[in-house]
């Protein structure tokens, strides 16, 4: 059967973009089947969350085209991603929960059925008793499971992960790690997962795709069951 | 306790002020001595208190609508970046002019009644909250921003359910400048035309203690209305303040 492009859940092809004179990303391909999850691991300022911004329509690329589903215009992106920062950014006036359902308010559900939607996630993810606890009083840990419900609640179909867990101490991000395979397992996703952390790569996610340093293009693209550690060190020197 | 740190020294402004004025023997039309200031606070208690009954809800008022109007301007122009390129700058260059010159004339078209006085006050009050408010809007984090933008958000639920809030401190912030002016506003605005107000016991710049007496009025309802901001800023956004 030949491939179309609305066979894919996010397709990024021959993207190149840049800020004037400065070249981020060129030449990049890429695409996740739905469910899938692709790490992008490289150098810090290869682009890697210019190209996040991108598939979310945020932004447009210079060049190249980029598909979330089947639509390709930025609106039509936007609607079908859900961002998650590397600080969480939760809102220190609003609750637990209530954070965490911030995209369910935003679509047009009142504060009370967002609440229960989000209940039954507090429980099942390890945050049952801190529905009502306001975000500076959470560990950075705990607020990063909120941001990630947040982004999980949002209903969208693709989890746009900008180094979630980049900001935490080694020992809450190695839980975390596992917290999050486990999470997407019980709710599957597409994922997109930028980070500096090849360990984190490699645990959590299909495939792996590593960009050199600026501009970013791919040098290796591999499912992760199938490269080593020592393979994507290797490309992230070259 | 470091925030009772400013008894001990207004006490010792004041016995120093007391000791020079009776050591130096400078007669009170020059410098009353707080004492005589104390005594004229006393005897002339029921009179100073009727105004600044008066003189206080001129400020109350100016105040309140200059929050009301100057907080309605700063939503407008965020809401509407068309509106706000042609405005602030006006706006920024209005208060160069000074409200102490135009006040006779908005006695003139308002009348000696309280109108007058308590648009003097608001149109001191209201750029400290208008200019503080927009910044606070322009705050929140752009990053932020575009997150919200991919959990579903439109422009105006980014508006109310972010920059508002994120702005609300500095909102606050304007609020408490706003309120340190109301006090002399009130004041300008009693000079500028009929009163009842404090105004009226500084008319007599010879009864220095007398004089001074109202200022000590005037000075204690400017620090009330600036405590009543703060408190309304804790009871409001508690989350505002640091752990």
């Known amino acids: ?238 | 306790m470091r925030r009772w740190a400013w008894i001990p020294v207004l006490a010792g402004l004041v016995l120093a002020w007391e000791a020079w004025v009776q050591l130096r023997d400078v007669p009170d039309y020059l410098l009353p001595a707080p004492s005589a200031i104390a005594q004229a606070l006393w005897d002339e208690r029921s009179t100073l208190a009727s105004q600044a009954l008066v003189t206080l809800r001129e400020m109350l008022l100016g105040f309140a609508a200059a929050v009301a109007a100057g907080l309605a301007a700063a939503v407008v122009m965020q809401r509407l970046p068309w509106l706000r390129t042609a405005l602030y700058p006006l706006l920024v260059g209005s208060q160069s002019v000074p409200v102490v010159a135009i006040a006779p004339l908005l006695v003139i078209y308002l009348g000696f009644g309280l109108a007058p006085k308590v648009l003097i006050v608001a149109l001191v009050c209201f750029f400290p909250v208008t200019a503080n408010a927009l910044d606070g809007f322009a705050s929140a984090p752009a990053e932020l921003r575009s997150t919200m933008r991919t959990l579903n958000a439109s422009e105006r639920a980014t508006f109310w359910r972010i920059e508002l809030p994120w702005a609300a401190p500095r909102i606050f912030t304007g609020a408490r400048i706003a309120a340190s002016y109301a006090a002399v506003a009130a004041l300008f605005s009693e000079y500028a035309g009929g009163s009842g107000g404090l105004a009226d016991s500084m008319h007599d710049q010879y009864d220095t203690a007398l004089v001074g007496a109202a200022i000590v009025l005037l000075a204690a309802l400017a620090l009330a209305l600036f405590a009543l901001v703060t408190v309304v800023e804790r009871l409001a956004i508690p989350w505002a303040r640091e752990p």
């Not at chain 1, 939607?117 to 801190?130: T, V, Y």
């Not at chain 1, 999980?152 to 190695?174: I, N």
């Not at chain 1, 930028?194 to 795709?209: K, M, N, Q």
Request: proline share 4%.
């Open chain 1, 1 to 238: 059967m030949i491939e179309t492009r609305a066979d894919k859940a996010v397709a990024i092809d021959a993207v190149g973009h840049g800020f004037g004179a400065l070249r981020v990303l060129e030449d990049v391909s890429l695409s996740l089947e739905a469910g899938q999850r692709l790490a992008v691991v490289g150098p810090s300022g290869c682009g890697k969350s210019t190209l996040l911004r991108l598939v979310a329509g945020l932004e447009q690329p210079a060049g190249g085209r980029i598909a979330v589903g089947d639509r390709e215009d930025p609106a039509g992106r936007l609607a079908g991603c859900a961002l998650m920062p590397q600080n969480d950014l939760l809102l220190p006036w609003r609750s637990a929960i209530d954070n965490a359902g911030l995209g369910l308010v935003n679509a047009g559900l009142g504060r009370a059925e967002a609440r229960r939607a989000a209940a039954p996630l507090f429980e099942r993810f390890g945050l049952s008793g801190f529905e009502s606890t306001a975000p500076r009083e959470l560990s950075g840990g705990m607020r990063q499971r909120v941001a990630f419900l947040r982004t999980l609640l949002a209903g969208k179909g693709v989890l746009l992960l900008d180094e979630p867990f980049a900001a935490l101490d080694a020992l809450t991000r190695e839980e975390l790690q596992s917290w999050l395979v486990e999470a997407l397992a019980q709710e599957p996703r597409t994922v997109l997962l930028v980070t500096h952390d090849v360990g984190e790569a490699l645990r959590s996610c299909d495939r792996i795709a590593v960009l050199s340093a600026r501009p970013g293009r791919v040098v290796l693209e591999a499912d992760t069951a199938d490269v080593g550690r020592d393979q994507v060190l290797e490309a992230l020197r070259r």
